[in-house]
């Protein structure tokens, strides 16, 4: 049975993280730091390392919380609705998560806890082809000894100037399925031979190029087993898109409130633009895609916190993610009229992050044909025994 109530402690965690956002993140901060090198606020950074946000889901023997998925998407959640800049997604769910998974005891005693202590991290993992197909992955790894050497270009990657440790997926073997000899590598950021490029992106949400010229790894930076790397990824696909779905939730709903404001303080002609049965309309609509996204984001986390995630589930939640997130953010520039297009109104900011966020984790198409894969091998309820 699904239950989508909330315990008392997750709902504290809920009040306390927005109004620690609220706090450190206003909008005016979010707008400065879209031209900040950085990206992010080194300062808001440390005060989250000291309320133990890095570690929210790291057990206590690493150093961590010891939370548990469905906290983590609450905060997620809350980071979607204030516009966080950060780099906590890259670091603290593409990163740490698989780490605490697949991670072996020593990586483990070794990495958690620097991470929530604030070690900077994130993935590397598309490259030219821009999906997160098996057969994308080309990044050449070659045996020389007792250590690797890693050549080729990742693109889009997050954070990746900010970053201390790289997550790198690389290619180990050619021959066989696409799926097989992917292995991923944790690797030191400033490793000699790795180049890293800013692209410029609506957005300005800080996404790289990074090139590995020869860059060297040891059989212990391997996460994992070699050349089965790809369940990693194919954990990421389930775990982290459904955190990212809660972000995108998060947004959804904070663009709702400030719509639904927006028309009821607009005065036109003497009434509230509110009061018009055409906008009442689109609110009407807008409220049902965002109560629907959250309640399918909710459902896909709860299977993914008792372990039995579905697959089918969680692409739904991003199809519909993407979608809601975008017409959301429309029907605000909408009601908000022309000036609602431009950065200097909220709406504005919320959607340059709808794009950003369509493609993170796969796109809309992408999901849908592994909606149609799964589907494909259920067996219909007529023939089942």
Sequence with gaps: MVDFGFSKDQRLIRKSVREFLEKECPKDRVRELKTDEKGYDPRVWEKMVDLGFLGLVISEDHGGMGGDYLELMIFMEELGRSLFPSPYFATAVLCALPIDRFGSNEQKQLILPAIADGQIWTLAVLEASADYEAAGIELAVTREGDSYSLSGTKLFVPYARAAEKLLVIGRTRADGHAEEGITVFMVDAVSPGITVNSIPTAARDQRCEVRFDNVRAEVTDILGQPNRGWEIIEYLLQ???????????????????????????????????????????????????????????????????????????????????????????????????????????????????????????????????????????????????
Excluded at 326 to 342: K, L, R
């Design 239 to 385: 775990a982290a898109t459904v955190l990212k779905c809660a972000e995108m939730s998060g947004g959804t709903q904070a663009v709702l409130e400030m719509t639904r404001r927006y028309a009821a303080d607009r005065i036109q002609f003497g009434k509230p633009i509110g009061s018009l049965q055409a906008i009442q309309h689109k609110l009407a609509n807008t409220f049902i895609g965002v109560e629907g996204l959250k309640n399918l984001v909710y459902e896909a986390a709860w299977h993914i916190s008792i372990d039995r995630p579905i697959k089918e589930l969680v692409s739904m939640a991003k199809v519909k993610a993407n979608t809601v997130y975008q017409q959301t953010c429309i029907d605000g520039i909408t009601i908000h009229g022309a000036i609602g297009f431009t950065e200097e109104m909220n709406v504005g900011l919320y959607h340059l992050r709808t794009k950003a966020m369509e493609f993170e984790l796969g796109g809309s198409e992408f999901h849908r044909e592994r909606i149609i894969k799964e589907l494909e091998q259920q067996v219909p309820l007529f023939l089942q025994p």
